[in-house]
């Protein structure tokens, strides 16, 4: 019998492990053949490498910053130079800094609405928000009537409606104000997660994220098998027994570090108390594509483009310069999210290219429809993970259920990014709550 048994080998179940291994007797049950779950690099013809998952790590995020540095992976600072572009229809503006150039009521509005979102968020208590006085108000209201109700202009909605969509992958009416307002706590402010210098898209890891996941996995001694689909779990109060790749494992204590569409494709025996089913199962994931072009040059760089843009009706609404530092062939990263992703996800790969290309080339000219090379990863159509970058909640969720979300189930902890009080939805969030099981279960078995 192990002490512990760990499910899942992201970079929640890589820290538990981490912090367990030397005291403990480990065993680690991983899906997938790889580490890594939401984070995977991807290598192009040419043998240059770039993450399809979880990539930028940024101010804040220390715990993150600590295991690179412990790893001996460096981090440099994503391409922030030049100007930006933002489309309206067919028109492209150019700017610098955070604020799109926008027609002056517009601004001041959108201004406006995110003063209040980022007032209102730093009242809430990231390890409760249910308690704030105003969280049953705000947990009855979606952002899209937060927007209705707090904008004037439709074209501040329209940039509002894109930011919440590349942080959520959701949309606005998707997505209870109390979660989207307790998210931007729990990354510090939703100018945070949108920024890239000072924000949470401000660096990168030499060697890609994926990489460093595949690293600190071959930390572990052998603790981890992969190919290792958990499908049952059996438990009591004296430990669990675990089903996995037709063989039964026991252990004293488990860590569960998966996302919770995933806890919910577990047999529970006894059952799951009723009300832990029922808040799984209003924690759906965003809806994520995410592409990359690669380039002979980073030839938007000589226009004294930044290669970041935003906006218009095309597939993609948000890129960036994703080129790994020291390499000559340009990166261009876009994100396809929420409706759109789920719209996506259905078209053949060959059509969904076009459309990302073109897309690029309505921000950067024609020279982008003609890539060296093309990379695409639809995380709704992982079956390990369905769906990023994290599970989000509905209306009513938070306030009924929300207060069980790290609450252990008789010896079983919870981990993963979405359980995490800093950070949720980050890799930040995932070794955080890593961390944090990992206490929990050095108490119970000391
Ligand atoms: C496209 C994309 C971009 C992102 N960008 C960023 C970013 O730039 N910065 C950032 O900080 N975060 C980013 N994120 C989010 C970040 O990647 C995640 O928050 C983080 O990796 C989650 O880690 P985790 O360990 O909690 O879960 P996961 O990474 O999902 O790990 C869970 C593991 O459990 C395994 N598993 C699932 N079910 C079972 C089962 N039944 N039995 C055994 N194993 C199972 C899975 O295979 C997986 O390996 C992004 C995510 C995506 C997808």
């Not at 890589?14 to 580490?35: F, G, I, N, T």
């Not at 800094?97 to 003063?115: E, F, M, Q, Y």
């Not at 899209?144 to 969509?165: H, K, L, N, Q, Y």
């Not at 995490?420 to 279960?441: F, H």
Request: proline fraction near 5%; hydrophobic fraction near 45%.
């Amino acid at each position: 019998m192990h002490d512990v048994i760990i499910i899942g080998a992201g970079f929640s179940g890589l820290e538990a492990a981490r912090q367990l291994v030397a005291s403990h007797d480990v065993l680690v049950l991983e899906a997938r053949s790889r580490a890594g779950g939401r984070v995977l690099t991807h290598t192009f013809a040419n043998g240059d490498e770039t993450d399809l998952g979880g990539q930028w790590v940024g101010p804040g995020q220390d715990r993150l910053y600590a295991l690179a540095a412990a790893m001996g992976f460096a981090t440099y600072p994503l391409w922030d130079k030049g100007r930006h572009v933002v489309r309206s229809g067919s028109r492209l503006k150019h700017y610098k800094g955070t604020i799109p150039a926008l027609p002056l009521p517009v601004l001041l509005d959108l201004n406006r609405v995110l003063s209040r979102f980022e007032k209102m968020a730093a009242e809430l208590d990231p390890a409760a928000p249910w308690t704030h006085p105003k969280a049953e108000r705000w947990d009855r209201m979606t952002v899209a009537d937060f927007m209705a109700r707090s904008s004037f202009t439709r074209r501040a909605r329209e940039m509002f409606a894109i930011g919440i969509g590349a942080v959520f992958c959701a949309e606005p009416h998707e997505l209870s104000l109390l979660h989207a307002l307790f998210y931007a706590r729990s990354g510090r402010s939703l100018d945070a997660l949108l920024s890239v210098s000072g924000g949470a898209q401000q660096d990168r890891v030499h060697g890609t994220m994926g990489g460093l996941a595949s690293h600190v996995a071959g930390t572990l001694d052998g603790k981890i098998r992969y190919d290792a689909p958990v499908r049952s779990i059996r438990w009591s109060d004296t430990g669990v027994e675990v089903e996995a790749g037709g063989e039964v494992f026991t252990a004293r204590r488990a860590i569960l570090a998966i996302p919770p569409s995933q806890a919910l494709g577990i047999a529970f025996d006894p059952p799951l108390p009723g009300n832990r089913d029922a808040l799984w199962r209003r924690m759906p994931a965003g809806a994520c594509i995410k592409c990359v072009a690669q380039y002979e040059r980073p030839f938007w760089r000589e226009r004294g483009l930044s290669g970041q843009a935003v906006g218009g009706k095309l597939s993609v609404r948000v890129t960036f310069d994703n080129t790994e530092e020291g390499k000559s062939a340009g990166l261009l990263l876009g994100f396809i999210e929420g409706d759109e992703a789920r719209h996506w996800s259905a078209v053949r790969a060959e059509e969904r290219r076009a459309a990302v290309l073109e897309a690029f080339a309505g921000f950067f000219g024609p020279e982008a429809l003609s890539p060296i090379d093309y990379a695409d990863q639809d995380w709704t159509s992982e079956p390990w993970t369905r769906g990023c970058y994290a599970a989000f909640m509905g209306p009513g969720v938070w306030t009924t259920l929300g207060h069980q979300l790290r609450q252990p189930i008789g010896p079983i902890h919870v981990a993963g990014t979405e359980t995490a009080v800093m950070g949720y939805g980050y890799i930040e969030g995932a070794l955080e709550a890593g961390a944090r099981a990992a206490d929990e279960v050095k108490a119970a078995l000391a």
